[in-house]
């Protein structure tokens, strides 16, 4: 079984909807991330929580919240979607008690949004 | 603010060769360094993690290097595949919060 999985892995939804994604891992890390990869620009961070009552905003938050509802579930939201959130989701985790803070990514959700 | 440059953006080479990417960061203040693996619409696989006391990493046919002072690294692919063709990301953890800044990156086609 794979370590970081997330659902759903591919979404069409409507300008306006309300979406969740959410992702979990069997790592025991204490460290998640999410991050949006578009074309031309790399991926870059969203929301990255250090543990459960630790959440920070990355460099591209707006339109989006998250929930950590557990040391091993990160949720993404996206309030009310639009186009120019159409991207692929990653979500990622780190182990900060290993000193590499290596991270390990899940498989990715494809966001359309039309 | 960090920013990290893969070129080139492309490259094509047959079977057999051997070839480099480049990946270059603009704060040598850095904790350490990952190169990664895409397939298309897939996720990340990691390759190589350099940390910022080293010089290189290898794993098979890939081997990277780490300039942290002249903010470079390179992933050397020996003997090159049709398998080894996808997207190849570098990215960069800061001393600060360990977060994660990526390439672009380079896409790869192997030719049989």
């Known amino acids: 079984d794979a370590d970081v999985t997330q659902t759903p892995r591919n979404r069409i939804t409507k300008t306006g909807k309300r979406i969740m994604l959410e992702c979990s891992q069997t790592k025991g890390h204490d460290r998640m991330y999410w991050y949006r990869q578009d074309p031309g620009l790399g991926l870059r961070l969203i929301y990255y929580?250090?543990?459960?009552?630790?959440?920070n905003k990355g460099e591209i938050s707006d339109g989006y919240s998250v929930s950590r509802q557990a040391q091993a579930k990160f949720s993404l939201s996206l309030e009310s979607a639009i186009p120019n959130q159409t991207a692929l989701y990653f979500c990622?985790?780190?182990?900060?008690?290993?000193?590499?803070?290596?991270?390990?990514f899940g498989p990715g959700t494809r966001l359309t949004v039309t | 603010k960090q920013e990290v440059t893969q070129i080139p953006a492309a490259l094509s080479v047959p079977e057999g060769e051997n070839l480099v990417l480049n990946c270059s960061f603009t704060?040598?203040?850095?904790?350490?360094l990952q190169w990664f693996r895409q397939d298309p619409g897939k996720g990340l696989t990691s390759l190589l993690l350099?940390?910022?006391?080293?010089r290189e990493q290898t794993s098979g046919r890939l081997n990277a290097s780490l300039d942290k002072s002249s903010g470079r690294s390179t992933l050397y692919i020996a003997a090159s595949q049709p398998g080894d063709s996808a997207t190849y990301l570098c990215a960069v953890i800061g001393t600060g919060f360990q977060k994660l800044v990526f390439g672009t990156g380079t896409r790869l086609l192997v030719s049989p």
């Open positions: 929580s250090f543990d459960v009552k630790d959440i």
């Open positions: 990622a985790t780190s182990d900060s008690t290993h000193s590499s803070y290596e991270q390990y």
């Open positions: 704060d040598s203040a850095i904790y350490n």
């Open positions: 350099i940390q910022s006391s080293q």
